[in-house]
């Protein structure tokens, strides 16, 4: 039996400052790996806390055996509505569901917190990514502008109560 398939528990836990340099080396690696860190990533990425949490967003961090595998945030936009955003899970993490767990445990915060839409803004070269959105709920919508370059697909869900 590998490491890999020994112990895939992982929890999804809240941001803690303790977090804040996984959740900028993970969301640098990704971005990195497939396009450029543009000036909106490192505003959030070099303050998550007053760029996100003391705007009335959340961070969540997907950890297994005490590492941080996985993050992502929920900006918000409105009294209504969040958006997913900054969502990674480290390379040697994937096929573990980390990244499902961390989108279902975003779905139930942006609901706790009032939200009745969840917004999202990808690339269609990221498949993997894309199809997660989908299985999570996420539907593409057009005719929004985005800060980002390398924005091509925007996607949203409609939260249940």
């Known amino acids: 039996m590998t490491e890999r398939t020994r112990d895939v528990r992982v929890e999804v836990v809240p941001y803690e400052a ?6 900028r080396r993970l969301n640098e690696a990704w971005i990195s790996r497939y396009f450029r860190i543009e000036e909106a990533d490192t505003r959030v990425l070099e303050a998550p806390k007053e760029k996100i949490l003391d705007t009335g967003g959340h961070i ?3 950890v297994r055996d005490g590492e941080p595998i996985g993050v992502c945030a929920l900006l918000r936009v409105d009294d209504s509505t969040f958006e997913l955003a900054k969502m990674a899970v480290a390379e040697h993490a994937r096929g ?3 990244g499902y767990l961390l989108g279902e445990a975003a779905k139930v915060k942006a609901r706790e917190a009032g939200a009745s839409r969840l917004i ?7 498949t993997p990514a894309i ?6 709920g996420f539907t593409e919508f057009t005719g929004v502008p985005s800060e980002y370059d390398r924005c091509n697909i925007h996607m949203e869900l409609r939260l249940l109560s």
């Open 131 to 136: 199809t997660l959105y989908r299985k999570l």
């Open 18 to 23: 303790k977090h804040h340099d996984a959740f």
């Open 96 to 98: 573990l569901g980390a």
């Open 120 to 126: 999202l803004e990808s690339n269609t070269i990221l």
């Open 60 to 62: 969540l961090v997907a």
